[in-house]
C-alpha cells in the first residue's frame, strides 16, 4: 500500500504565500516523477507543476515565476511553494506521483487533495 499526503493549504489574501507538502509513505522502491494538480469549482483538473527523480520541472504558463517545485527525496516528499498567490489560484491542490513498489510494480497514486483558498 502507498498513500500520498498532503498538508499546507488553507486561507491566504491576494499576494501572500503558502507552502504545500506531500509525503509519500508505504511500500516504496522508487519515486520517479511528483507533480501537483489543482481543480477549481466548474473546472477540470490540470497540471500545476512537475519534478522528476531528478531536477527537471515544469510548470503551468499561469504560475511561472511564482510557484516552486522541489523535493526531498530521502523524505519521499515534494513541495509546492506559492508566492504572489491570486484569487484564481482558488482551487484544490492534488498531489500526483509515479512509484514502483518493492514488488516493483509501477503506478500512479494521488493523495485526497488540500484546498488552497485566496481572498482578494
Known amino acids: 500500500q502507498v498513500q500520498l499526503v498532503e498538508s499546507g493549504g488553507g486561507l491566504v489574501q491576494a499576494g501572500g504565500s503558502l507552502r504545500l507538502s506531500c509525503a509519500a509513505s508505504?511500500?516504496?522502491?522508487?519515486?520517479?516523477?511528483m507533480g501537483w494538480y489543482r481543480q477549481a469549482p466548474g473546472k477540470q483538473r490540470e497540471l500545476v507543476a512537475a519534478?522528476?527523480?531528478?531536477?527537471?520541472?515544469n510548470y503551468a504558463d499561469s504560475v511561472k515565476g511564482r510557484f516552486t517545485i522541489f523535493r526531498d527525496n530521502a523524505k519521499n516528499t515534494v513541495y509546492l511553494q506559492m508566492n504572489s498567490l491570486k484569487p484564481e489560484d482558488t482551487a484544490v491542490y492534488y498531489c500526483?506521483?509515479?512509484?514502483?513498489?518493492?514488488?516493483?510494480?509501477?503506478?500512479?497514486?494521488w493523495g485526497k487533495g488540500t484546498l488552497v483558498t485566496v481572498s482578494s
Open positions: 500526483n506521483a509515479d512509484i514502483v513498489t518493492r514488488d516493483y510494480v509501477g503506478m500512479n497514486y
Open positions: 519534478i522528476t527523480n531528478g531536477v527537471r520541472t
Open positions: 508505504g511500500s516504496i522502491f522508487r519515486i520517479n516523477a
